[in-house]
């Protein structure tokens, strides 16, 4: 099942989306601050009250998260790497970027920028406080003073936090972007951040495990149990990211160094353009058993059929239908070239919903580059390499 999300608008032209798992972080944080942080710190006032400053701080600390995330895509945004959209969910924001950095220097600052966002907004909030401080005998501004407080401290940790060195966290961006520029290896950097991140993992389990045992046993305050279990589940979700970094820097590093020729099948039957469909159908899709045939007029390339224009077409009117008239026209990306990285095919393939591309040399057809194929390639790659 796919948790849902929803946009809520958009900034610097990205959709921002919520994912149904932020809103429990939204409960939480208001519920904790209403009931037991603030009545503490700051009794004497009605629920309503507490609850509204608690709502309050919550919605502010939606806004530091997503400040963060669009520091990282106002730089991205400047190297002209589309985002696709900006979800928050329960572990903070993740901006999606469409492509990767395409230099060491640009991953750096990308990375750098979302930090770089919180601690300046940490920087303000603490002001803010001493500002407050100063002026508070006459106003009672008690209830701002600890607000602005703890927003200063969740942005400096939400900074701190993201700057662990262990990708896929912006610390071990930055990471990947020194190593990058050291071995001139993008995947190999990526490989080697994300098995930090991995350590990071760990580590964070480990300590939070080592703070929930102190809690239970007494060694530490009982309250501490729920910070422990915090940290354990963090380190978890670090260790899981890490793992699924490594595993696709494998496969596309694999993808980028095998040219199409390696993969590509190689006996192609082709189809005229005169064809009638229901004759396509019975003669061609069913007895050989392809999801689609390039197809030929005097012996050139004008086109693809696959399996999905056919469908596009009521049964009925199969046998007055041509195949030129519902095929996929010839174009520049329908056609590559056999000596590049297939990492390109598989790039265009998602960019145009496509499954297949004829591969040709001199205007002469010498393969199909199919997504199946890639698949599994990828399966026998992955088998031998674990
Ligand atoms: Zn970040």
Redesign the pocket.
Do not use: K, L, S
């Given at each position: 099942m796919r948790i849902p999300s929803w946009e809520i608008g958009r900034a610097l032209g990205i959709p921002i989306r919520i994912h149904a798992s932020w809103f429990l972080v939204f409960l939480l944080v208001t519920w904790t601050l209403s009931t037991g942080y603030l009545p503490e710190s700051l009794p004497g006032l009605t629920p309503e009250r507490y609850w509204a400053m608690g709502g309050l701080a919550a919605v502010l600390l939606f806004l530091s998260v997503l400040l963060?995330e669009l520091g990282?895509s106002y730089v991205a945004l400047h190297y002209r790497i589309p985002i696709e959209k900006i979800t928050l969910f329960i572990f903070g924001g993740v901006a999606h970027m469409r492509k990767e950095a395409p230099t060491p220097r640009a991953e750096f600052l990308i990375a750098l920028a979302?930090?770089a966002v919180s601690f300046v907004l940490g920087g303000l909030c603490f002001v803010f406080v001493e500002l407050a401080e100063a002026i508070q005998r006459q106003h009672g501004l008690q209830g701002w003073i600890m607000l602005g407080a703890l927003l200063g401290f969740v942005n400096m940790q939400l900074g701190l936090f993201?700057m662990i060195p262990g990708f896929p966290l912006?610390g071990g961006r930055v990471l990947r972007a020194g190593l990058w520029a050291w071995g001139n290896d993008f995947y190999r950097a990526t490989k080697q951040a994300a098995v930090v991140g991995l350590g990071f993992g760990l580590l964070l389990g480990l300590v939070g495990l080592v703070v929930m045992y102190g809690a239970v046993s007494g060694g530490l305050p009982a309250s501490m149990a729920s910070n422990g279990g915090w940290i354990l589940v963090i380190g978890m979700f670090l260790f899981a990211a890490a793992l699924a970094s490594r595993r696709q820097a494998v496969i596309r590093q694999s993808l980028a160094t095998v040219p199409i020729r390696d993969l590509m099948v190689t006996t192609v039957t082709t189809i005229p353009s005169q064809c009638a469909l229901d004759e396509a159908v019975n003669q061609y899709f069913q007895s050989y058993g392809y999801g689609g045939f390039p197809v030929l007029e005097d012996g050139r390339l004008v086109g693809l059929i696959t399996v999905l224009e056919i469908q596009n077409v009521s049964p009925s009117l199969w046998p007055w239908r041509r195949v030129e008239q519902v095929m996929r026209p010839r174009s520049e990306s329908l056609v590559i070239e056999s000596d590049i990285p297939v990492i390109h095919a598989m790039e265009r393939m998602a960019r145009e919903g496509w499954d297949r591309l004829v591969v040709m040399k001199n205007e002469e057809i010498i393969g199909l580059v199919t997504h199946s194929a890639i698949v599994h390639f990828l399966q026998l790659r992955g088998s031998s390499n674990r």
């Open positions: 963060h990282h979302g930090p993201n912006d």
